[in-house]
């Protein structure tokens, strides 16, 4: 297969606003510089790196709950900082947005704890000052911690969480969409109009679970609507990826199993009405590096020395919803039906290997959700080209064992061996992030995505205008009784 008929691999960084993410322990690293999270030139130099390697984006994951599950409590989760603290993911993407010119941002926020009509305008926000940058994250959340701490007995049942997203999606569609027509916003010095009121609708929405009567607070920004991410592969996850996502997040354990993924996901893409290159799909890995497998796996061995068991366990128990501290640790492990993230055990178990306790420990303490891969440049390419060209993944999600030197080491040893199999992009595409992930010409969703729908919606119903005004607040008589007087 020539170069040019190779399909691009699309890169992430896949980071998140605390010390431990995907890797337990190895903060206590030498090299780590997890304890700088709270340092905002930590973030802004992670986005001058990852721009230097041409990434395509930092996609930040999130909770808003803490890991208790393990041993029945958070103490694990503290001792070994596994996701707490954390901080907003929102906070530091201006300032990286700053320092960069292509990269883009997937910021996670969760439909159950954030109210459509706030979180529009912080998204908007952030894709006018990253100049059309942002990705939304779309995610139910999963911990019952998380429910719990903004007034909730317990979280919201899976199914409904995605009944509710649907409606939620529908609120924000019709804010970015359909609130602000084209040509509202003139600048008009002259006439001192700078909006045309009578292009801007309220969005009168009442539904079951949201009622927003206004209109958008924030003028359309070169997106309106950010590029939509999910992540979740069940299947009421499939279903709301199809209708709704350009790009997913997947687990797999191998190209073989994320081949039986993408298949099924695509086939509901295409069942959508939606076009078959219309949703982008990217699979976490965690990758060991150095000049020579044989120094990557010294390198490997080396960070595994610093894992931690327990910090480990306690974020399989958030994942999964079970206590491993009350199981067999050589006894196979089973997915079960709980209200947590549904497919992590199950992807563990989709090429037909029994997981237990134990190896979850050896296997994952590096790698949290995802595979490990440990090698020198040209077996970590052949790996990488293994996974899209077999598996069917675009992209990846690239967590770090240790960082930034997991990036820095990606970025100088296998960004120029996948650059001279032509699989990365050694120079970025104009406009937003939108066009340069689609590869379309027009910052804006596609027609056959659901928020397509309220482009024109609104047109030649009723407007801010269209609503009386008390004549005695006319401004011009305002004006006229202060001249007289």
């Known amino acids: ?52 390697g041409h990434f395509d984006a930092l996609f930040i994951a999130d909770v808003v709950g803490v890991y208790d599950v393990y041993r029945g409590s ?3 989760a503290l001792h070994d900082a ?8 929102f906070g530091a993407i201006s300032a990286m947005a700053a320092v960069t010119r ?22 908007s926000t952030l894709d006018h000052l990253t100049k059309g940058r942002v990705a939304w994250n ?8 998380a429910a719990r701490n903004i007034g909730l007995d317990r979280q919201i049942a899976h199914d409904a969480r995605y009944d509710l997203a649907e409606e939620y999606m529908e609120v924000t569609y019709k804010l970015w969409e359909g609130s602000w027509e084209d040509g509202a916003v003139l600048r008009d010095k002259e006439s001192g109009v700078f909006t045309d009121a009578s292009k801007v609708h309220p969005i009168r929405h009442e539904g079951e679970y949201f009622k927003v009567p206004g209109f958008h607070l924030s003028e359309p920004s070169p997106q309106r609507t950010p590029v939509i991410f999910q992540a979740g592969a069940s299947s009421r996850g499939r279903q709301f990826a199809a209708r709704h996502a350009e790009a997913m997040f997947v687990l797999a354990t191998s190209p073989e199993t994320a081949r039986r993924l993408t298949d099924a996901i695509r086939a509901e893409v295409a069942e959508a009405g939606r076009e078959p290159d219309a949703l982008k799909i990217f699979t976490l890995l965690t990758v060991i590096t150095g000049p020579t497998d044989e120094a990557a796996q010294r390198k490997y061995e080396e960070y595994l020395s610093y894992a931690s068991a327990d910090g480990m366990l306690a974020l399989y128990g958030g994942w999964t919803g079970l206590d491993f501290s009350s199981l067999d640790p050589d006894t196979p ?153």
Request: charged share 25%; with cysteine; aromatic share 8%.
């Open 82 to 89: 596994a996701q707490v603290p954390v901080n907003d993911p």
């Open 138 to 145: 779309v995610v139910s959340s999963y911990l019952d911690s």
């Open 333 to 485: 492990l089973t997915a079960v039906e709980n209200d947590s993230l549904r497919t992590t055990l199950e992807s563990l178990a989709a090429d037909g290997e029994a997981w237990t306790v134990r190896d979850v420990v050896h296997r994952r303490a590096i790698g949290g959700l995802g595979p490990v891969l440990v090698g020198g440049p040209q077996t970590i390419a052949d790996e990488l080209e293994k996974w899209v060209d077999e598996g069917g993944v675009d992209g990846f999600n690239l967590a770090y064992a240790v960082t930034p030197a997991s990036t820095t080491d990606f970025i100088d040893f296998v960004v120029p061996e996948l650059r001279k199999r032509g699989r990365v992009q050694t120079r970025y595409a104009p406009g937003t992030l939108r066009e340069k992930l689609l590869g379309d010409q027009d910052g804006r969703v596609r027609d056959s995505h659901p928020a397509a729908h309220w482009r024109q919606y609104y047109i030649g119903r009723e407007s801010v205008a269209d609503a009386s005004r008390p004549t005695a607040f006319d401004g011009k008589e305002l004006h006229r009784t202060e001249a007289a007087e």
């Open 102 to 123: 292509n990269l883009g941002f997937g910021i996670t926020a969760a439909v159950t704890f954030e109210h459509p009509y706030l979180l529009a305008r912080r998204l």
């Open 1 to 52: 297969m020539s170069n040019a008929k190779k399909k691009r691999i699309i890169l992430n960084a896949f980071d998140m606003t605390c010390v431990s993410h995907q890797a337990a322990g190895t903060w206590r690293h030498p090299s780590s510089q997890a304890l700088r999270y709270n340092d905002l030139e930590y973030w802004t130099n992670l986005a001058i790196e990852l721009e230097r």
């Open 74 to 76: 958070a103490e694990a």
